[in-house]
């Protein structure tokens, strides 16, 4: 049997078992089948009641599951990042398909008589497709909103009292770098701590987890913005604030990230770093 990497422990030991928002999908999912059993939509309540829920969760826990792989799919290409709208399309598009075969191969299975045509196929496909945009569009909507910038003060400037201690100006507000607009909503405000190359995909690393996502290493370097960091191996680049710990030998070096995830510094890129007082 093949090893696992050590990170690759590390990690499944440090994440969630399921995250949030697949957590919260299956919820919803389960309760709007509830609902479609109990109310017998789309002629349903010629089923009893136990086949009736039976219809709707293998339907409603379907299209969950294609809803969050088609979402991971499209965010983790990033292609639409900044058009919202237009990544909600592609993401309605890219559920309606293989739902319509969902819903046609559960009502097959369900009801005696059911026959699939060519024209039944179409119609099935542009209702499954509109639910679909509609339901795409409210989760849009309801999103949260990303962090606000703190906002100048307006407040007129206090008259200095004696004795009165200097009040410490407030940190000007962290702007993220473009990449983070790639990630999944729940690390896009996270500290990058390390981009890792994995075949054709990119592990970004977060101070909040990490996520996979389709882009080439040094295309994402350039989308950091500056972050202060550097390219310790071919295959990683590190941010200097999330070095934690770091092990040397024989020309090469290890060093700890935040959640215990070791990075590779080759020989190549000893020299550098060391001259830049990386192991310091």
Not at 29 to 47: C, E, I, K, P, S
Not at 91 to 101: F, K, Q, R
Not at 256 to 274: E, F, K, N
Request: charge should be positive; glycine fraction near 8%.
């Amino acid at each position: 049997m093949r090893e696992l990497p050590g990170n690759a422990i590390r990690e499944a030991r440090t994440a969630p078992a399921v995250p949030d928002h697949a957590r919260r999908g299956v919820v919803i999912a389960t309760v709007a089948a509830l609902v479609m059993t109990l109310t017998g939509a789309f002629d349903t309540d010629m089923l009893g009641v136990a086949a009736r829920l039976g219809y709707w969760l293998i339907i409603m826990e379907a299209g969950a599951l294609i809803g969050m792989g088609a979402t991971t799919a499209i965010r983790g290409w990033g292609g639409l990042a900044a058009h919202p709208w237009r990544e909600g399309a592609a993401i309605s598009l890219l559920i309606a398909a293989p739902l319509t075969l969902v819903v046609l191969g559960t009502t097959i299975a369900f009801f005696a008589g059911s026959r699939a045509t060519p024209a039944g196929i179409a119609f099935l496909f542009a209702m499954v497709l509109a639910v679909t945009a509609v339901i795409t569009a409210i989760n849009y909507a309801t999103r949260p909103a990303p962090p606000v910038a703190a906002r100048e003060s307006t407040a007129a400037t206090p008259v200095p009292m004696p004795n009165a201690a200097e009040p410490e100006p407030e940190p000007a507000a962290r702007s993220l770098p473009r990449l983070t607009e790639r990630l999944p909503p729940h690390l896009r405000y996270a500290e990058v701590h390390a981009l890792e190359a994995e075949d054709h995909y990119l592990r970004v690393h977060t101070a909040a987890g990490s996520a996979l996502i389709l882009l080439r290493i040094g295309d994402a370097v350039a989308e950091l913005d500056g972050v202060d960091g550097a390219r310790t191996h071919r295959s990683w680049w590190v941010a200097r604030q999330a070095v934690r710990a770091v092990a040397r030998k024989s020309g090469r070096a290890e060093l700890t990230l935040p959640c215990g995830t070791i990075a590779p510094v080759s020989r190549s890129a000893y020299p550098q770093l060391r001259d830049a007082g990386w192991f310091d």
